[in-house]
């Protein structure tokens, strides 16, 4: 018997006769009551792909049938039966959460039991204590709860979820998987965009995309099995990590290394042999850097742009005695730390925990309540124009302007930070060919794909070549290509002895801190190198702990 539930049969779209096919003849047959992962580069094609099954867009070619039904021909039995929680949260910021779940039941014509489906809402998703919060001050799990109940108010056939854990905590990534999972038992069917491989690799089949092109469609493992025998591992001294990882990337039979830790975690191409490291098992992660061509592995142009190294005063970043309270809210509390240059130091916490009121504090954005932040030497209060000049800063969302072309950013940006005649214009040259953008001069920011966005936001950040560069979730929502790409320019940046202090929500990725100071409730309750934080989280069970099993157990320990 046929349990197939999405029939996807030569599907193209394309969005003008100039452009590429945003997707090309993708044909899949998905069963009924199961997740299934979508995943792939950024501008792949998975944003249209959930549209045009949700029948909210028409393919140019092929056919698409959910449950039986065309979704072109059925558009209004789709629409009535999915429930679609988009990329952006697609909820009503300055209305409350209890506002923006009787709007959506009344655009679902939701009117028998409706009080009954609240209370289940809220009590699945954990939100009953802030029905009358406003939705923009919610934290970016609770945000992403209540998209998943406004998405949920009309019990669907099939829920589209388009990266639902974008920017958020692994706490909060964990909770919101569980409450998924427990949807399928109830006969629902899941298509899960994401980011996070390690969420793709627990579906029961992938589908992944890349160029509007698929790739590969089944179970994950069946791609993974292909790395047997290709992955391994190196154990090199703390402080020669990076230098370790720029040698073995220059090697011809690796596609790929990253940092973990002690460790070198290291991709050999096909039938390659490694003379060093231990075999390891592989990940999902490795198969889809694998099929995708490997890294790219050239030295980072951005570090090249810094002629000589910086500066080495004893302490690179101080904070004392930092505290910031809005009215009755204390959001960070008495947090001192420091910093040395020319090494990578991350905040790590949940969402809503203090690390974005410290990193503005640290800049000079917002003035704290108490306490002193100095950066290069400098107290930002005592000579805020002088450390300034001295920082870069990438911020958690989007903050160009995005009304302005990309150009326009540039030449505005480079005139803030006081580079004029040749040496903005050479500026802004190496900025367009390091951050490849020169195809997007002229284009919008506000309608960059989110790759491109977050490569001009770093490059607005570093056109200057600050000493300290402060990144606040610099990577939230890309592939991962492209935080190698980021990662591999930060690195670059670090051994030309460049400060940089970086928060993030992906694990790995803190993997390449010196130090890290882990933030609840505004103070620091952690602080040391990602490999003495794993140590609290080891057990006979999980003797080689990930640093995600560190976050977990220790913010768990004081919730």
Known sequence: MDDTFIDLEQVTKSFGPKLAPALWEIKAKIPKGEMVGLVGPDGAGKTTLIRLIAALLVPTKGTIHVAGKDSVKDAEFIHAHTGYMPQRFGLYEDLTVMQNLNLYADLRGVVEERQKTFDQLLTFTGLSPFKDRLAKNLSGGMKQKLGLACALIKKPLLLLLDEPTVGVDPLSRRELWKMVTTLLHEGISVLWSTAYLDEAEKCDNVLLINEGKMLFYGKPQELTQRMENRIFKIQVPQEKRREALARVLKKNEVIDATLQGKDLRIITKPGAHLDEGEPTIPRFEDAFIDILGGMPRVESQLAQTYSQKG?????????????????????????????????????????????????????????????????????????????????????????????????????????????????????????????????????????????????????????HQPDVLFLDEPTSGVDPLTRREFWNHINGLVEKKVTVMVTTHFMDEADYCDKIALIFNGKIIHMDTPDALKEFAKTQENPTPTLEDAFIKLIGEHE
Do not use: W
């Not at 990438?394 to 302007?401: C, G, N, P, R």
């Open 311 to 463: 500066k080495t005063a004893h302490t690179a970043v101080q904070a004392k005695n930092l505290t910031k309270k809005f009215g009755a809210f204390t959001a960070v509390n008495d947090v001192s730390l420091m910093v040395e240059p020319g090494t990578i130091f991350g905040l790590l916490g949940p969402n809503g925990a203090g690390k974005t009121t410290i990193f503005r504090m640290m800049c000079g954005l917002l003035h704290p309540s108490s306490g002193k932040a100095i950066v290069a030497g400098l107290d930002q209060q005592a000579a805020p124009s002088k450390a300034r000049a001295k920082i870069g800063y990438m911020a958690q969302k989007f903050s160009l302007y995005g009304h302005l072309s990309v150009l326009q950013n540039l030449i505005f940006f480079s005139g803030i930070y006081n580079l004029t005649g040749p040496k903005q214009q050479q500026a802004i040259e190496m900025m367009i060919d390091i951050f490849y953008l020169k195809s997007y001069l002229d284009v919008s920011a506000d309608l960059l794909p989110l790759g491109y966005k977050r490569r001009l936001s770093l490059a607005c950040a570093t056109m």
